[in-house]
DNA sequence: CGGGGGCAGT
DNA sequence: ACTGCCC
């Protein structure tokens, strides 16, 4: 509905029309314009860039556990590679590539589990807090993507340049051999962005412990396909005169960004498969297909065009927890997935601080001809004082009553009476509202960046320093040297508070919903009352399914597997009886990674997730609190939050016993097993949000 | 083809 | 409120 409108009220529909008719394959309009001054800020032209970690999960797991740096490794969600260290990559193991085809391939090869996405979680935050810093204009893609809008930096940046001063880049330019200074005073303003992203990159390194590699262009289109021109830990600048070079790179119009598989399919069925087929297509026939705005959007990214802004993403606008499994088919189990789900997610709800108003169940359900998953999903408001107790403290209470509101919607989409077989369950809060009365600015945006912010008492986010040097971090010498324009950085307002409008031509679909501005931190989280250890005596748990309508429903076997009715409805049961009653899912997360776990499972590291087909890692040393290979300086440089982290990491790294109990690596087992600690209690409570209705 | 997350369209 | 599509 917005898609074609506003913007500052130009009118931009007819102006990409006839852009894009006029300039079928060079797609070059706005080079001239930032051809014709080498002083002169040409308006139009942005500074953008574009971030891309490298191996998000595989770093963020070598910095939990530096052994695994130099060790082929490989990060597992149920059978898959999501991603894998470059040492592994190195033996042939690629992304996305299943288990066995990796272990087949790199026999070595170390995994470690992924499905629990907390840390990586965390650290995108901080990432993205990162650059926030530097500026206020990122846009998250994913967990390990960002794109700066840094135009106004870098224009500042140039109005502080001597005319003499000479321009180069940081970095690689694509197409070009080795960087060239007549270009580079061609492009003054991609030049100095180079200078920047080498100084945030370098930022993100010293201060995170990460690597990656970052594109700078003046679109988010240009920056994301050029960051991964040097793969690992590089960056490069696109010029625009090279912008038809690298549209014309691309092996199909599957790798422009924008451009998924339906469309791909659908413009294949046009005949279409590679960039210069759609760029040479008639529009008119594209419309008949797409509809005008994704017509134009299509031909535009084509031909390298894209004008979507850097719109700032901010705190989350829902927080979704799923899981997906062989098979599910009881709604005994369907309650017990949910409320794993609910748990989790309240305590994330928890932290984040605000309410949600709406919850959403999703579900995947099994067919053999469905490869390409299709989802359904029903969702319903939370009643009031529910959302407040999410918020507030009593999660327990919440999921209590959640439960229940989650079932109906399940019961929406099942019909408990017919067999069915699910495959994935998600459960998901949005609507998110702020609570409490406005409190003032720390509130906001920065509430969901919480809790990492250096003590430093300073401005918690003050979007005003933009520049490296103006930190506090003293890191100084990182930002000194590309430096000789060094400036104070007079506390400027900032951008902040107006938050961009829609925009019909976005990259990514990518477009701003007004959010609330102000948001109150609320007294942070509470209790945690998470114990890891599920040991707690007093868990009393009843199956909650006893909703005599329910239970009838089930089949004789399901019902035998049952503790008795009576059980069921009076009895409390140890949490142990109810693991073994119902097939305990739980702690086979504390077996090691199961999948391959032959023999000599001694040499894995301790209460880590870390499985070896081959041999065992090489040995770490027991108990100690500092891997002896880590860097002691790098490690020091990291700020004191995240050293924190870490040390806490390393010092959990005490063997836990393990019964050597292999399961059957088919059988899915509960990968967040924290979360079955609290479960028990609550359970218990359900009882009376089932009876008979 | 994992686990998220966001938007546009209806 | 839901589905589809994108990353």
């Known amino acids: 509905m917005d898609n074609s409108e506003n913007d500052t009220g130009e009118d931009e529909t007819e102006w990409n029309n006839s852009y894009v008719d006029s300039f079928p394959l060079s797609a070059n309009a706005p080079s001239d314009a930032s051809l014709d001054k080498t002083s002169g800020a040409t308006p139009g032209e942005r500074v953008i860039l574009h971030f891309d970690l490298d191996c998000f999960y595989a770093q963020v797991e070598m910095l939990r556990n530096p052994s695994l740096r130099d060790v082929p490794l490989g990060i597992q969600q149920k059978y898959i590679i999501v991603t894998c260290n470059y040492v592994a990559r190195g033996h042939g193991v690629t992304k996305l590539m299943s288990v066995t085809d990796a272990k087949e391939k790199c026999p070595q090869l170390v995994l470690v589990k992924g499905e629990d996405l907390t840390h990586y979680r965390d650290i995108s935050y901080k990432l993205t807090e990162l650059l926030v810093s530097f500026c206020p204009l990122v846009e998250r893609l994913g967990f390990d993507e960002n794109f700066m809008d840094i135009t106004k930096m870098v224009e500042r940046r140039l109005a502080e340049t001597p005319a003499s001063n000479h321009f180069?880049?940081?970095?690689?330019?694509?197409?070009?051999?080795?960087?060239?200074?007549?270009?580079?005073?061609?492009?003054?303003?991609?030049?100095?962005?180079?200078?920047?992203?080498?100084?945030?990159?370098?930022?993100?390194?010293?201060?995170?412990?990460?690597?990656g590699c970052a594109g700078v262009a003046t679109?988010?289109?240009?920056?994301?396909?050029?960051?991964?021109?040097?793969?690992?830990n590089q960056q490069t600048t696109l010029l625009p005169e090279n912008v038809g070079d690298i549209m014309g790179s691309l092996s199909g119009l599957?790798?422009?960004p924008g451009v998924g598989h339906?469309?791909?399919k659908r413009l294949q069925a046009l005949g279409l498969v590679g960039v210069k087929d759609l760029q040479l297509f008639p529009l008119n026939d594209l419309v008949k297909e797409f509809g005008a705005p994704s017509a134009r959007r299509l031909k535009n990214l084509a031909l390298g065009v894209d004008d979507s802004p850097v719109a700032p993403t901010g705190a989350p606008q829902s927080l979704s927890d799923e899981d997906s499994f062989k098979k599910i088919s009881t709604t005994r189990e369907v309650l017990e997935k949910i409320q794993?789900?609910?748990?989790?997610?309240?305590?994330?709800?928890?932290?984040?601080?605000?309410?949600?108003?709406?919850?959403?169940?999703?579900l995947r359900?099994?067919?053999?001809?469905?490869?390409?998953?299709?989802?359904?999903?029903?969702?319903?408001?939370?009643?009031?004082h529910v959302g407040q107790k999410i918020a507030s403290d009593s999660s327990e209470d919440a999921v209590v009553q959640l439960v229940p509101l989650a079932m109906k919607l399940f019961h929406k989409m099942v019909d408990c009476g017919a067999a069915f077989h699910l495959t994935l369950i998600n459960v998901c809060f949005s609507n998110l509202q702020a609570r409490g009365p406005a409190v003032g600015a720390k509130g906001s945006i920065t509430s969901f960046f919480r809790q990492n912010l250096p003590p430093k008492g300073a401005e918690m986010?003050?979007?005003?320093?933009?520049?490296?040097?103006?930190?506090?971090?003293?890191?100084?010498?990182?930002?000194?040297?590309?430096?000789?324009?060094?400036?104070?950085?007079?506390?400027?307002?900032?951008?902040?508070?107006?938050?961009?409008?829609?925009?019909g031509a976005d990259l990514h679909g990518l477009k701003r919903k007004q959010r609330p501005v102000v948001a109150s931190k609320k007294p942070p989280l509470v209790k945690e009352s998470r114990s890891t250890a599920g040991s707690d005596p007093k868990v009393a748990v009843t199956h909650p399914n006893v909703d005599a309508e329910v239970f009838g429903l089930l089949p004789e076997e399901v019902r035998m597997e049952l503790p008795s009715a009576a059980d069921v409805s009076v009895s409390r049961v140890t949490e142990n009886e109810f693991s073994q009653a119902f097939g305990d899912s739980q702690n086979q997360s504390a077996s090691p990674t199961a999948v391959n776990h032959k023999a000599e499972a001694s040499g894995a590291f301790p209460g880590e997730n870390v499985t070896e087909a081959g041999r065992p890692p090489p040995p770490l040393p027991p108990d100690c609190e500092f891997p002896g290979d880590v860097d002691p300086e790098v490690f020091s440089e990291l700020p004191a939050d995240v050293q924190k982290e870490l040390m806490s990491e390393w010092r959990r790294r005490k063997p836990v016993l393990k019964a050597p109990s292999s399961r059957k690596p088919g059988r899915s087992p509960t990968t967040k097993d924290r979360k079955a600690a609290g479960k028990g209690s609550q359970a218990n409570n359900l009882l009376k949000y089932f009876k008979p209705s």
């Open 340 to 362: 794993e789900l609910l748990s989790s997610l309240m305590e994330r709800m928890h932290k984040d601080g605000r309410q949600p108003q709406t919850l959403r169940l999703t």
């Open 365 to 384: 359900r099994y067919s053999a001809t469905n490869k390409w998953f299709s989802r359904e999903s029903r969702q319903c408001p939370i009643p009031n």
């Open 254 to 256: 599957r790798k422009v």
């Open 262 to 264: 339906q469309t791909a």
């Open 219 to 232: 679109s988010k289109l240009l920056a994301k396909l050029v960051s991964g021109t040097f793969k690992p």
């Open 461 to 503: 986010f003050s979007p005003q320093s933009q520049e490296p040097s103006s930190r506090s971090g003293n890191t100084d010498h990182l930002f000194s040297a590309p430096r000789s324009l060094a400036q104070p950085t007079p506390p400027h307002e900032t951008v902040t508070a107006e938050i961009p409008r829609g925009c």
């Open 168 to 211: 180069s880049f940081k970095g690689h330019v694509y197409n070009h051999r080795s960087a060239d200074v007549a270009k580079a005073s061609d492009h003054p303003r991609l030049a100095l962005g180079s200078h920047v992203a080498a100084e945030l990159r370098d930022a993100i390194h010293s201060k995170l412990g990460l690597t």
